[in-house]
């Protein structure tokens, strides 16, 4: 499988992705605790300003568009994009990948289906899952639950939902994220699984 060098060793790339309310940042917040393997949470780069609380470099990169345009232009980023259609754009370092290599993990990355597909173009033996619930009914019920966003903007997140789930076949394993504790059991079976075979390689 694809690693990314370095002089601290080889990381194994995993990809986690899933639409609004599939439940993805709960079940990398348990990954990282759970996982049979050591992994390392990448931190995305953003344009949009700080919120309260949050600290560049461990929250998020922040920075400036003139800045994130220029390391786009450099060729920088695994992967970016503008999300949502706010004006504010995000991406992944390649130094993430050095980072998590540095440290003896595996690289973790939260990212949307975009994002994913130009991963797999670079390293296209990444361990891609995507995780989804039974129904988008169900993606639709829990962002009305969480009550913070307008309509307008639901409305098109669940669009957004409807198109990722058509590119879901593009990954390598899909999970559905009807009980947590099962499907946190489901992903450290497929990263272990997968860890056996990379040894065995």
């Known amino acids: 499988m694809s690693t990314e060098e370095s002089s601290g060793g080889r990381s194994q790339i995993v990809v986690l992705s899933g639409p609004s309310g599939s439940g993805k940042s709960t079940i990398v917040q348990r990954l990282l605790r759970e996982s049979p393997v ?29 800045e994130f345009e220029e390391r786009r232009k450099r060729g920088d980023f695994l992967e970016c994009a503008e999300v949502h259609k706010t004006g504010y754009w995000y991406g992944t370092l390649r130094s993430e990948l050095h980072r998590a ?46 009550g913070t966003e307008s309509e307008e903007v639901l409305q098109r997140r669940l669009q957004t939902a409807r198109n990722e789930l058509e590119l879901a076949d593009r990954y390598r394993y899909r999970v559905v994220n009807d009980d947590l504790d099962r499907a946190v059991e489901e992903i450290c079976g497929i990263i272990a699984q997968t860890e056996a075979k990379l040894n065995a390689g």
């Open 101 to 146: 290599a540095t440290e003896n993990c595996w690289a973790l990355l939260e990212v949307d289906v975009e994002g994913a597909l130009n991963v797999i173009r670079d390293y296209p033996d990444a361990l891609t899952i995507f995780l989804e619930t039974p129904s988008v009914e169900v993606y639709e019920q829990r962002l009305r639950a969480r």
């Open 38 to 66: 050591r992994l390392s949470m990448s931190i995305s780069a953003t344009t949009r300003p700080r919120r309260e609380g949050e600290v560049d470099g461990r929250d998020y990169y922040f920075l400036t568009p003139g």
